[in-house]
């Protein structure tokens, strides 16, 4: 279940910019998905996996562009990405950077995790992604392999010097847009995860501008938010418990505030700073349990209904079609796996 799976805020904002400046009604892709824009403004928030999903299914439908992931990816910049990309920024080595991302991935989501693998022949830039599988994650998978080309050449390392790109989906009917990205490198569709594959010279490629008085600077700033984030981030914790007891009834905000050794005033005042509530946080477990029910198991919609705390099958069907725009029992044809 992908209950605690999260993206930064900033991260989502940025790519909301990018797809502004693609003609894409930013504002009717947010009142669709039913986000209030005031919590982009929040740098320290987080919205969950099924939210990034539906933003993207949002933009793809008005964007009429199933491949815009990697459309998006080419207007990144290392500024973009806040003390993540800073960092990067301020490296000796294109190689150290990316180490750097790895390490400090975290600040921006729990979604995805990357690694670097090197050899004697080739370094690779590798993503997994955690949590189950909706076809909405093809879209950040095309937007991480476009976004990890466009900031290697910020980081001074000859597109040339890209090998190969493989991607953890199937392929899609139509693979211009790939090539057109990635332009010599091989693509590879179908693996089990997604991944860059540089030449190893690559490694020692030179940051241009890098100041090492600036990393030590920004280094320092970045452990602290993650210290932070790992110690503070309650919207997770909360998350979590109400998944755990979410079996058949609603958990009550006293029962989770009791849990976690708050009075529920203290437990509101608290998510309130992490600009989310209770009952969005509820919210957003029942329709990553939802979605996670509907695509992975035989279970009935009256059952599905009953493990969420729904009084009635009706209200969880109308519930789940405000959530993704389609009836539970359409939604699982179209995704069932």
């Excluded at 998978?141 to 190969?164: E, G, Y």
């Excluded at 979605?291 to 009706?314: D, H, M, P, R, W």
């Amino acid at each position: 279940m992908n209950a605690s799976l999260t993206v930064a805020t900033p991260l989502i904002a940025m790519r909301l910019q990018i797809a502004r400046a693609c003609g894409i009604n930013t504002d009717l892709v947010l009142k669709r998905v039913g986000l209030n824009p005031t919590t982009l403004l929040n740098p320290m928030a987080k919205l969950t996996l099924a939210q990034d999903n539906a933003i993207w299914r949002e933009i793809i439908a008005l964007g009429g562009n199933p491949a815009i992931g990697l459309k998006f990816g080419q207007y990144v910049k290392l500024s973009g990405i806040g003390i993540v990309g800073y960092v990067m920024m301020n490296t000796r080595t294109a190689a150290e950077g990316m180490q750097r991302f790895c390490k400090y991935e975290r600040l921006l989501t729990n979604a995805y995790h990357s690694e670097i693998a090197r050899d004697k022949y080739h370094l690779a830039c590798i993503t997994h992604c955690e949590g189950d599988w909706q076809p909405e994650r093809r879209c950040t998978i095309d937007f991480v392999m476009s976004a990890m080309r466009t900031l290697a050449v910020d980081l001074a390392i000859d597109p040339r010097a890209i090998l190969q790109v493989q991607f953890q989906f199937d392929r899609p009917a139509h693979i211009e847009p790939y090539t057109a990205v990635f332009d010599r490198a091989v693509l590879k569709f179908g693996c089990p995860d997604s991944r860059l594959i540089f030449s190893s010279d690559v490694a020692e490629t030179p940051v241009i501008g890098a100041n090492p008085e600036l990393l030590a600077v920004f280094d320092r700033q970045a452990e602290m938010l993650l210290s932070k984030y790992e110690r503070d981030n309650l919207s997770d914790r909360v998350r979590q418990k109400i998944a755990e007891r979410l079996k058949g009834e609603t958990p009550a905000l006293s029962e989770i505030a009791t849990q976690l050794h708050l009075s529920s005033r203290s437990l509101q005042l608290k998510l309130q700073e992490e600009g989310t509530s209770y009952q969005m946080l509820l919210d957003e477990v029942r329709r990553d349990a939802a979605i996670s029910y509907l695509q992975n198991s035989q279970l009935s919609k009256t059952e599905i209904a009953y493990l969420l705390g729904f009084s009635e099958v009706s209200v969880f069907s109308r519930t789940f079609k405000r959530w993704t725009g389609q009836a539970p029992s359409k939604f699982q044809q179209q995704n069932v796996q």
